[in-house]
């Protein structure tokens, strides 16, 4: 029965975050790729090493600092721009790949804003309530349904 709570709480969680909007979801990816940073130290897998990863964030790094994050929730609502067509190009490991080194740069230069944290209103907060709760193999389940939509736009 608790495994029963455990997953609709997660699926209540999935559905909250298809429903939220652009800056919500940014702040999501942003704290799901800094948990799994925080607990996996280990071996990365191959996506992590991609071209085509590695390309997408070149290009994010070419956007002026001040526009990236406005970029990234055009990339997560389907604007077409040339970032989006991009990330539409990369499958489920990239897209998570991808997150993940946004969001674990190097030292000092994480190309996600470390004003995402100091941003975050109610519906952000509940949401990220909700997975601060969840143990690592959860938050990479609920990453990889996050990135493996079809359809990222905001409904």
């Not at 190097?106 to 997975?131: C, F, I, M, Y």
């Not at 959860?138 to 736009?153: I, N, T």
């Amino acid at each position: 029965m608790e495994a029963t709570v455990v997953n609709f709480n997660l699926e209540n969680a999935g559905i909250q975050f298809n429903q939220a909007n652009a800056q919500t979801r940014l702040v999501v990816l942003h704290y799901l790729a800094k948990q799994l940073h925080k607990a996996s130290k280990t071996a990365k897998p191959g996506a992590f090493f991609s071209q085509k990863v590695q390309g997408m964030l070149k290009q994010v790094q070419q956007v002026p600092r001040e526009e990236r994050q406005e970029a990234l929730q055009e990339i997560l609502t389907g604007t077409p721009t040339r970032l989006t067509e991009v990330y539409e190009g990369l499958d489920t490991n990239m897209r998570m790949a991808f997150w993940y080194r946004l969001a674990n740069g190097r030292k000092g230069d994480s190309l996600l804003s470390k004003t995402l944290a100091s941003e975050v209103n109610s519906e952000q907060a509940e949401l990220l309530s909700e997975l601060a709760s969840r143990d690592s193999n959860e938050l990479v389940s609920f990453l990889r349904k996050a990135v493996a939509e079809k359809e990222l736009a905001v409904r």
